[in-house]
């Protein structure tokens, strides 16, 4: 009876201290003049009237700091708290960024830094485009996007793309679709000793493209997503590519004899981001899952299936030394696919969101194949660590805060490509281990902006500076 009474005792006691640690959280956010007050709460780990434990708190606050960075909303976020007796007032401060950005645009259409570079260099301006780019954002104060961007000359081309997050707010489902078309008079089929081949005489239209999508995200937090997606595409290539002494040779990097096709797609992703802060991450992981399946229903004789996963960690090791590594690995099941639809270190790709196929050092190359494992180490230390600053001298509020690193970079990376398809295989770099060592200079600006200038040497012994703007390790 006695010790009954003692359990009960110290059951009741331990339940009367966890209840005075425990705070009911009063939210008030200030500083909104676009944007509706209930993005800001879906976001936030915490919620109104929550009672959360004492020792929650920080990590809590950290969260909630991230992710309203991660909106790429606000120039700064500011979390204030006030505890009265069990009460927990927390002030959100925040300020708006500037939303709508438009550019000229004008270059040559290559298919990295590393190519329209060497093209400025033997002032090749066969490939010659213009035009403009609109980047509207936060239409309606939902944190919409609208991206057009229109291109004339060598290529033409007209992408248009909208972002609707919370189509569903209950359900927590977000929407994007988009419509791109591009008529090339040149376009890059093949590779010989893994450099690129162009084809098409510049004078008359060689292939046409055309892609329209339509995709859902599931939130089942801010950090774990899972997004789907149905695709149509159609190629459509002049008629030259099956006549005359070159149709024997094009002809390989089609599924049959026709110079058009087109097929639907299935895409979906899965994934868990814990970084800081998704633009230049310093801590946190992510994994990422994805797959996608084409072909089915099609009269283009087009069918595969892809699978792919990928690992990112990022250490803080001190104040200003960061360590990350990275890996990834996509295989295609199926040898009935088209040669654009292959796997390609060495230019940008749509196929999956949020993954890298860039193999430093390797820039000159585009290597290609259908079954791809890719490691990447790198060491991190801040010459200016990552912090949000003022510029009194801008007057423009909107304009003149913002975050600003600096960091020194040491990297390697390693890449093995493999390629079982039945359409064109350079077997230059395939079934091989290819590495590349390097340092680097990473600057992270204003309005999520990033450049990493790169020296690499990759195992051939070649060296060479590059430039790049995406986050390396995703």
Not at 107 to 133: C, I, K, P
Not at 195 to 220: E, H, M
Not at 444 to 450: A, N, P, R, S, V
């Amino acid at each position: 009876m006695r010790l009954t009474l003692c359990i009960f005792l110290l059951i009741a006691f331990q339940t009367q201290v966890k209840a005075q640690d425990s705070l009911v959280v009063n939210l008030e956010v200030i500083g909104l003049k676009k944007t509706l007050p209930w993005v800001i709460y879906l976001e936030l780990p915490i919620h109104q009237g929550e009672k959360i434990h004492k020792e929650q708190l920080t990590p809590l606050l950290d969260q909630s700091k991230q992710n309203l960075y991660n909106l790429a909303l606000f120039n700064e976020v500011k979390i204030d708290t006030t505890q009265k007796a069990t009460q927990l007032f927390v002030k959100i401060q925040l300020k708006e960024r500037w939303y709508i950005w438009g550019s000229p645009r004008i270059g040559t259409e290559e298919r990295n830094s590393y190519d329209f570079l060497s093209a400025l260099q033997r002032r090749n301006l066969d490939r010659l485009v213009y035009g403009g780019y609109l980047q509207w954002q936060n239409l309606t104060g939902r944190n919409e996007w609208l991206i057009l961007d229109v291109k004339a000359g060598f290529s033409r081309k007209f992408k248009a793309d909208f972002i609707r997050p919370y189509l569903f707010r209950k359900l927590r489902i977000d929407m994007a679709t988009g419509y791109h078309f591009t008529l090339d008079k040149q376009a890059i089929l093949g590779t010989a000793q893994g450099k690129v081949i162009w084809r098409g005489d510049n004078q008359s239209d060689f292939r046409r493209t055309q892609l329209a999508y339509l995709s859902l995200r599931k939130r089942f937090t801010p950090r774990l997503q899972l997004r789907a997606e149905i695709n149509w595409q159609r190629f459509q290539y002049a008629d030259t590519v099956l006549q005359g002494s070159e149709a024997q040779d094009l002809s390989s990097f089609l599924v049959h004899s026709t110079n058009q096709f087109q097929y639907p797609s299935l895409t979906f992703s899965f994934f868990r981001d814990e970084r800081d802060i998704k633009t230049y991450p310093l801590k946190g992981y992510k994994y990422h899952i994805f797959g996608r399946y084409a072909g089915f229903s099609t009269n283009g004789g087009v069918n595969f299936g892809r699978m792919g996963f990928t690992w990112a960690h990022f250490l803080p090791l001190g104040r200003r030394w960061n360590f990350s590594y990275g890996l990834q690995y996509v295989n295609t099941i199926g040898k009935n696919l088209p040669w654009q639809d292959k796997i390609f270190l060495g230019t940008r790709k749509r196929e999956f969101s949020g993954i890298n196929h860039e193999l430093r050092g390797y820039q000159a190359f585009l290597l290609v194949g259908t079954e791809q494992a890719m490691m990447k180490l790198e060491a991190k230390w801040a010459i200016f660590p990552y912090q949000t600053i003022t510029l009194p001298f801008i007057p423009v509020k909107k304009l003149n805060q913002g975050p600003l690193g600096i960091y020194l970079t040491a990297w390697m990376d390693q890449a093995w490509l493999n390629d079982n398809s039945l359409t064109f295989a350079d077997p230059t770099y395939l079934n091989q281990w290819l590495m590349a060592y390097g340092a680097g200079l990473n600057i992270i600006g204003f309005y999520d902006m990033l450049l990493r200038v790169e020296y690499g040497w990759n195992r051939m012994g070649q060296g060479g500076l590059y430039f790049q703007t995406t986050v390396q390790i995703k």
